[in-house]
């Protein structure tokens, strides 16, 4: 079949769509890629020969009463003509929407089409362009099933949140020599999803003088703006650590971690459980219906992660958590081993099972 997937504008859209179009890929089928104009999209999608990959207006909901308002209803009747004109040529089967405005116009137009068409929701608590455009779709695919209970008129199937082929494990000390760190040393990877995450990279300069005297490497993922700021602090606290803003080899990293500090996102935990590693997790504040707060207490219930307020942090208190797992070495393993339990296995090829099940494979006109 011919399949559109729309998972544009943050990498917690893009990455699990690309994960299931190389499924569909893998299976036979033909895929059109919809993402953003935004700079993440271009990155991560560079040097990606196997998709057809169109751009659509970067569309983000402001106020009704905002002047802004004009500017996206303006911008998303662009993005739904470009995708109804795409579509006449690629004859698409099949559309899924990731999330985001982004996503809404292209399965607005697969539902004007007449084929079949669904949304995939990654996060405990739906934003506001999915509960939209679950009005449109034949089904809802999720994340956490504790997401159900917001699409009471749709079906819904719980699939996971799927992870990228390319993200295998590979062997901890080879990850480790890669990045020029010890082989025999605890490992402590700090990261603040695609874009980096000042509040984390501030929270953990301010640890770093309680963390005298424990056995710690670091790999600091900083994001762009607070790279020298970063590599300073730990530089002048004598604290080994591997710096950069962006890795793009993201299964090293994952693969020379012992313990993660990072936000709450649905895909950046969906990975963290396919590499089984415990978190120190500090959801975003001002995320849209404090949804990271909601991922995060899920893997905290779960006794996979131990959940922190951005609010409430001193330096004193993240180093004391820290600390008291890199320690206790079997504290972390039975957390490893209760992440691990919360990635249904094949996300991606669930996705994919779901689409072909409501498909028809004949070709449209």
């Not at 993440?40 to 909901?61: C, H, K, M, Y």
Request: proline letters at 5%.
């Amino acid at each position: 079949m011919n399949a559109v997937i729309a998972c544009g504008g943050t990498g917690g859209h893009l990455f699990p769509g690309i994960a299931v179009a190389e499924v569909l890929r893998d299976r036979g089928h033909e895929v059109m890629l919809l993402v953003s104009e935004k700079e993440i999209d271009a990155l991560a999608l560079s040097g990606r020969t196997n998709f057809q990959i169109e751009r659509l207006p970067t569309v983000g909901l402001p106020s009704p009463f905002s002047p802004a308002f004009f500017g996206f209803t303006r911008r998303f009747l662009e993005s739904l003509s470009l995708c109804r004109s795409l579509y006449r040529k690629f004859k698409p089967h099949v559309v899924l929407g990731m999330g985001g405005f982004t996503s809404t116009a292209p399965v607005l137009a697969g539902r004007i089409r007449g084929i079949a068409t669904f949304i995939h929701e990654s996060n405990a608590v739906p934003g506001k362009a999915n509960r939209l455009t679950a009005r449109m779709v034949n089904a809802v695919m999720l994340g956490f099933k504790e997401c159900a209970r917001f699409f009471p008129k749709v079906d819904t199937e719980v699939t996971g949140t799927p992870v990228r082929t390319e993200l295998v494990h590979l062997n901890r000390a080879v990850a480790r020599q890669k990045l020029g760190l010890r082989e025999d040393v605890p490992t402590l990877l700090v990261m603040g999803g695609s874009q980096g995450a000042s509040g984390i990279n501030q929270a953990l300069i301010r640890s770093l003088p309680f963390l005298q005297g424990v056995q710690l490497q670091v790999i600091h993922l900083s994001g762009p703006r607070d790279e020298r700021l970063v590599a300073d602090n730990y530089r002048r606290e004598n604290v080994p650590a591997y710096i950069a803003a962006f890795y793009h080899r993201m299964e090293e990293v994952y693969s020379a971690a012992d313990l993660v500090v990072a936000r709450a996102g649905a895909a950046s935990l969906a990975e963290f459980a396919a590499f089984s590693l415990p978190g120190i997790l500090i959801p975003f504040p001002y995320a849209t219906d404090d949804h990271q707060t909601r991922n995060a207490e899920i893997y905290a219930g779960a006794e996979a992660a131990v959940l922190l307020k951005e609010s409430e942090i001193s330096g004193e208190l993240l180093a004391r958590k820290i600390r008291e797992l890199i320690e206790n070495p079997q504290l972390m393993q039975q957390m490893a081993t209760n992440c691990s339990r919360l990635a249904p296995k094949d996300a991606a090829g669930r996705v994919v099972n779901t689409m072909e099940k409501y498909t028809t494979h004949e070709p449209r006109v």
